[in-house]
């Protein structure tokens, strides 16, 4: 049995493992090393607005690099440090942030392979944390990588457990590719088994998480513990659901979603951000466009309104899908 870890223990080994095993791997970001005295034992080590990259400035003093407040120079200097060579985890601190450096990702990041003919890589990974759940209000609390995920040439990851982060996170800083790498706030202090070692996840793939025969609950990032949930609860109602975790956006693994459909017929997917132009709408329209004639009843999607994540904790309860909501959806197509 492997040994229970959390999300942010499994995303600073990744860091580690890829530090100590590639010397071109760089971390910088806002704090992530603290801003304080760099000889000796001194550094003061904030790791980040939550800490998660505490203790990596005294293991490589010359690779963890603090920034200016400025998320323009950030993923500016990340996509130029890339294109040098080297391989840098950028921190935007939340993805709420990406309206002020989109340039950089949107029009160079995301292009130069292809406009170079394939003769340059962009090996950038952008760490960054969205969705709602910790009372952050509207401006850091949005989930954004619906907008990341449409960008060609930009790949889009979001874990939803923490083995799954440590491993994705070390795809993602290997890949010759720029990954957002999404860290959702509902699973941020969630524990689970983490294997020893180094190891990846392959970007592109979903896991099947739990096996059904009635309905297909799909979801991503802190939707997958919802969708869980929501299994549990119905299968004491007799339902038995699959449930898959995307976990990758973009490459989207459309052939896992059209063979759970094709297993149950019935599919309700799952996402926490706003519903126009989202991931469920996307994961929807494949079932509808690609699997109609697997269909036996509508899919449904569970997603947040078409609003602004409020700041009143009620308020943001009732916001966000909850397993509550998960299951009367599937019992209106039964």
Same mark, same amino acid.
Request: aromatic share 4%.
């Given at each position: 049995?492997?040994?229970?870890?959390?999300?942010?223990?499994?995303?600073?080994e990744a860091l580690?493992?890829?530090?100590?095993?590639?010397?071109?791997?760089?971390?910088? %970001?806002?704090?992530? @090393?603290?801003?304080? =005295?760099?000889?000796?034992?001194?550094?003061? $080590?904030?790791? !980040? *607005? &939550? /800490?998660?990259?505490?203790?990596?400035?005294?293991?490589?003093?010359?690779?963890?690099?603090?920034?200016?407040?400025?998320?323009?120079?950030?993923?500016?200097?990340?996509?130029?440090?890339?294109?040098?060579?080297?391989?840098?985890?950028?921190?935007?601190?939340?993805?709420?942030?990406?309206?002020?450096?989109?340039?950089?990702?949107?029009?160079?990041?995301?292009?130069?392979?292809?406009?170079?003919?394939?003769?340059?890589?962009?090996?950038?990974?952008?760490?960054?944390?969205?969705?709602?759940?910790?009372?952050?209000?509207?401006?850091?609390?949005?989930?954004?990588?619906?907008?990341?995920?449409?960008?060609?040439?930009?790949?889009?990851?979001?874990?939803?457990?923490?083995?799954?982060?440590? %491993?994705?996170?070390? @795809?993602?800083?290997? =890949?010759?590719?720029?990954?957002?790498?999404? $860290?959702?706030? !509902? *699973? &941020? /202090?969630?524990?689970?088994?983490?294997?020893?070692?180094?190891?990846?996840?392959?970007?592109?793939e979903a896991a099947?998480?739990?096996?059904?025969?009635?309905?297909?609950?799909?979801?991503?990032?802190?939707?997958?513990?919802?969708?869980?949930?929501?299994?549990?609860?119905?299968?004491?109602?007799?339902?038995?659901?699959?449930?898959?975790?995307?976990?990758?956006?973009?490459?989207?693994?459309?052939?896992?979603?059209?063979?759970?459909?094709?297993?149950?017929?019935?599919?309700?997917?799952?996402?926490?951000?706003?519903?126009?132009?989202?991931?469920?709408?996307?994961?929807?329209?494949?079932?509808?466009?690609?699997?109609?004639?697997?269909?036996?009843?509508?899919?449904?999607?569970?997603?947040?309104?078409?609003?602004?994540?409020?700041?009143?904790?009620?308020?943001?309860?009732?916001?966000?899908?909850?397993?509550?909501?998960v299951v009367e959806?599937?019992?209106?197509?039964?």
């Amino acid at each position: 049995m492997s040994p229970q870890k959390s999300f942010g223990m499994a995303v600073n080994e990744a860091l580690r493992i890829a530090m100590e095993t590639d010397p071109d791997v760089i971390l910088l %970001g806002e704090d992530v @090393a603290g801003g304080g =005295s760099r000889e000796g034992d001194d550094i003061d $080590e904030m790791g !980040g *607005v &939550l /800490g998660t990259t505490r203790g990596l400035v005294k293991a490589f003093p010359d690779r963890v690099l603090d920034t200016p407040i400025s998320e323009m120079g950030i993923i500016g200097t990340a996509v130029g440090a890339a294109l040098t060579g080297l391989r840098p985890v950028a921190e935007l601190m939340f993805m709420d942030f990406l309206g002020t450096c989109l340039d950089p990702l949107l029009n160079q990041a995301a292009k130069l392979r292809y406009m170079l003919g394939g003769k340059a890589r962009v090996p950038l990974t952008v760490r960054t944390v969205s969705g709602a759940g910790m009372g952050a209000a509207a401006q850091h609390s949005q989930s954004l990588y619906w907008m990341t995920a449409g960008i060609p040439g930009l790949v889009t990851v979001i874990p939803s457990n923490p083995a799954y982060a440590k %491993g994705l996170l070390l @795809a993602a800083i290997r =890949s010759d590719d720029p990954v957002i790498f999404c $860290e959702a706030k !509902g *699973v &941020l /202090g969630a524990m689970g088994e983490v294997p020893e070692g180094d190891y990846e996840v392959p970007i592109g793939e979903a896991a099947l998480v739990r096996e059904g025969s009635d309905v297909s609950l799909i979801g991503m990032g802190a939707m997958v513990p919802v969708c869980l949930a929501a299994a549990e609860q119905l299968a004491g109602e007799g339902v038995q659901a699959d449930v898959l975790d995307l976990r990758s956006l973009q490459p989207l693994d459309e052939s896992a979603i059209l063979a759970t459909l094709e297993k149950t017929g019935s599919v309700v997917v799952v996402d926490e951000a706003t519903p126009r132009s989202s991931v469920a709408s996307d994961v929807a329209a494949l079932c509808v466009d690609q699997g109609f004639d697997f269909l036996n009843t509508p899919v449904r999607r569970v997603t947040a309104p078409h609003s602004p994540v409020p700041f009143s904790k009620v308020l943001e309860d009732a916001y966000m899908p909850s397993a509550a909501r998960v299951v009367e959806t599937v019992r209106g197509l039964r």
